[in-house]
């Protein structure tokens, strides 16, 4: 027992490459490094153990993951007793051994469908948990008020250009009863707002006290767990929105007038050749719907330039759709070749005119994004408050009040100005 007490706490360092879900995979590893006496560094240099948990969305994702496992080789050679871990979806891609066979150095991969063997796996280069499991799974990467909750993994569309699913396999839906478990412990853990992850969130659906149930359900449940202020949830897709959720949007203001969409092109050819499954105009009627609903709520999303054989009218569409979307922000991503039979030699855009597209697109997403961090002074944000004066909208800016609070407090603030896409407000009584 002494011996287990005076035993030095060692380090870990966690880097995370891509989107939230890897994120929340990423506590699911720092928690069980906790269990086993380790605890979170910043600095790779005082770390004991590094894990890089990989993305291979885009070619540069991959290439960002790859290139930092190769400079922890000098790393571990200063201290060979070391541990090198690497998991996630380009290790689902490339395979475990072609990293290992690359990278003899490292200790341990794991890829993304794996993700709930990590605990064992880490028995054989770490050492079994000494520690309980409850008291160390938290929010560890956020602001602590925010927490993310996985409520379906993988995902069951075949977008064209989209690696995902093969990296993360079928969509599976997480039962209710361990997502409601999860939220309770993570409101006991200081979270006040939640952000429900999954590729396509809002095709949600499960069983609950014996009824099926979908995405709008399992929101008006978490809505009423008690502690819950706020529900973000990423990413829905055009698809699966029904009439039940516009209703449960309008009245149940705990779910945040914020919501990421991604559109990924505004010309109708592309998207059927992306076989995204939506026209331009069902987008704008979605998000002509939420606004109806409540008219502040802001929308941002994602857009690919580039697909193979895109037009200059196509993408004309493009930037059509990013001035009437009145987009509070975008991630333009220019189309990176994920899937060989995807993209025919030919079709490829040149890289001169992917740049170009690029450009263009971002500095359109820019000016109408002023519009938009402009046309909200004067309005009242209610701001959840992550750090004394500081906190995020319900439309999900950043707001500075004019006053001091506690963290995960509900603060409404009229809004007297913008200054470098932070929101200034004075705080309303
Ligand atoms: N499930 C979400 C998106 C997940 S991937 C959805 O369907 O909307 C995150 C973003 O990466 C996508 O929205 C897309 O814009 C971008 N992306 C995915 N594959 C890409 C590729 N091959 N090239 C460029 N961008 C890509
Ligand atoms: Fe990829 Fe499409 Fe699934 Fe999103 S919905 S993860 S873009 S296949
Ligand atoms: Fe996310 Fe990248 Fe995997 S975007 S799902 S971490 S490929």
């Known amino acids: 027992m002494i011996h287990e007490k005076n035993k030095k706490l060692l380090k870990v360092y966690i880097h995370t490459f891509g989107c939230q879900m890897n994120e929340a995979d990423s506590e699911l590893i720092a928690a069980s490094f906790k269990k086993r006496n380790f605890e979170i560094t910043q600095d790779l240099k005082e770390a004991d153990a590094a894990v890089l948990n990989t993305c291979t969305v885009r070619q540069l994702a991959e290439d960002k993951a790859i290139s930092m ?107 209710p009863d361990k997502i409601i478990k999860e939220v309770k412990m993570k409101i006991k853990n200081g979270a006040r707002e939640l952000v429900l992850l999954g590729q396509t969130v809002n095709s949600y659906s499960s069983i609950y006290k014996g009824e099926r149930i979908n995405f709008t359900d399992l929101l008006e449940i978490i809505s009423k767990i008690e502690g819950v202020k706020r529900i973000r949830f990423m990413s829905p897709h055009p698809l699966f929105f029904k009439e039940s959720f516009f209703k449960l949007f309008k009245q149940n203001t705990k779910i945040a007038r914020h919501i990421h969409l991604p559109a990924q092109s505004g010309s109708d050819r592309i998207l059927k050749l992306m076989k995204r499954g939506y026209t331009k105009k069902r987008y704008l009627d979605i998000i002509g719907a939420l606004r109806k609903a409540d008219k502040d709520t802001s929308v941002s999303t994602d857009f690919i330039v580039g697909y193979p054989g895109e037009t200059e009218k196509d993408f004309n569409e493009t930037l059509k759709l990013a001035k009437e979307g009145k987009f509070s922000f975008a991630f333009c991503f220019k189309y990176s070749p994920r899937m060989e039979k995807d993209c025919k030699r030919e079709d490829l855009i040149p890289k001169e005119i992917l740049k170009k597209r690029l450009d263009i697109l971002l500095e359109t997403i820019k000016l109408n994004s002023k519009e938009i961090f402009n046309s909200r002074i004067g309005k009242i944000e209610e701001v959840l408050i992550e750090d004394k004066n500081y906190g995020r909208s319900s439309a999900n800016f950043k707001v500075k009040i004019n006053k001091l609070f506690k963290p995960g407090e509900l603060q409404k603030a009229r809004i007297v100005k913008n200054e470098k896409n932070t929101l200034h407000g004075k705080a309303v009584i």
Do not use: H
């Open 69 to 175: 496992i190769g400079r922890l080789r000098k790393w571990k050679k200063l201290k060979p007793s070391r541990k090198i871990i690497v998991a996630g979806c380009a290790v689902e891609k490339l395979g475990n051994k072609s990293i290992l066979r690359k990278f003899p150095f490292v200790n341990l991969t794991i890829g993304a469908k794996s993700i709930n063997k990590f605990d064992a796996a880490l028995n054989d280069i770490i050492g079994k948990a000494t520690k309980p499991k409850l008291l160390t799974e938290t929010n560890l990467f956020n602001s602590p008020i925010t927490a993310y909750i996985t409520v379906m993994r993988g995902c069951s569309l075949k977008c064209s250009y989209c690696i995902v699913p093969s990296v993360r396999g079928e969509a599976k839906d997480i039962a």
